[in-house]
């Protein structure tokens, strides 16, 4: 960042309650990219926005969109302004499945261990997974045709959530919900453990501070219109 942006910071907290303040620095404490979730091809807008809000919720910064066949949309009442808070990322597709397996390969360079959720025998119970591995990409697949060959040859691990009825799934967003839930805990426990060495699942100051100023500019009224003359005094 800039030292402009470190003193925009200090100029827009100026506009922010203490209790407020307190709340961002709680909730950045929590925020991480260890752990992040892929959408491929989902195409209900309440699904979508169920697993941003949990993503939210859980404080997951990260969220992977795929679109190929199906396109991406939200639902403000399902949303509840939670994608205010997290990064988006979107992934059109517009060549063949390969184009699929692009993306989630790229997640692989940046370190990421691909998790897809599958109900093949060969999987493994969500509970199972050890997060002291590394990073995690959950990948939740389409809501009819599940995930798609080209990510499934990319898996690093299929899991699944033991289920005890007659009914065969959850809806996707449980799904998500259950998993990135069972994965936060993981995490959490890793990192509260007295003896060995936490895993770094936390931001870096410097992505804390990104942060501040995108959730500053969201928090105060008229954010826009106070920087640009903010910024005129710092000519």
């Not at 942006?5 to 991480?32: A, D, N, P, Q």
């Not at 691990?157 to 449980?174: A, D, K, Q, R, W």
Request: aromatic share 6%; hydrophobic share 35%; proline share 2%.
């Amino acid at each position: 960042m800039t030292q402009d942006e470190y003193r925009l910071i200090e100029f827009l907290s100026k506009f922010v309650t203490e209790h407020k303040l307190g709340l961002m620095e709680r909730i950045l404490s929590h925020r991480t990219r260890y752990l992040t979730v892929v959408m491929e091809d989902l195409y209900q807008s309440q699904n979508t926005s169920a697993i941003i809000r949990t993503c939210e919720c859980l404080g997951i910064q990260d969220v992977h969109v795929i679109e190929h066949f199906a396109r991406y949309g939200t639902n403000k009442k399902v949303l509840k302004g939670s994608h205010y808070w997290i990064d988006i990322i979107k992934h059109r597709i517009k060549d063949s499945g390969q184009g699929v397996a692009r993306e989630i390969n790229g997640l692989k360079k940046n370190g990421y261990r691909i998790l897809v959720t599958s109900v093949d025998p060969g999987s493994k119970s969500i509970h199972e997974v050890d997060a002291s591995l590394g990073k995690m990409a959950l990948v939740m697949g389409n809501e009819l045709k599940g995930t798609s060959p080209e990510v499934m040859a990319c898996a690093d691990e299929l899991v699944h959530i033991p289920m005890y009825g007659f009914t065969e799934s959850f809806n996707v967003s449980v799904s998500a919900a259950i998993c990135l839930t069972v994965l936060k805990e993981k995490m959490n426990r890793l990192n509260n453990q007295e003896s060995g060495i936490p895993i770094e699942s936390g931001l870096s100051e410097e992505e804390k501070n990104i942060l501040r100023l995108d959730w500053l500019r969201t928090m105060v009224k008229r954010s826009s219109i106070l920087e640009k003359e903010f910024l005129k005094t710092m000519a």
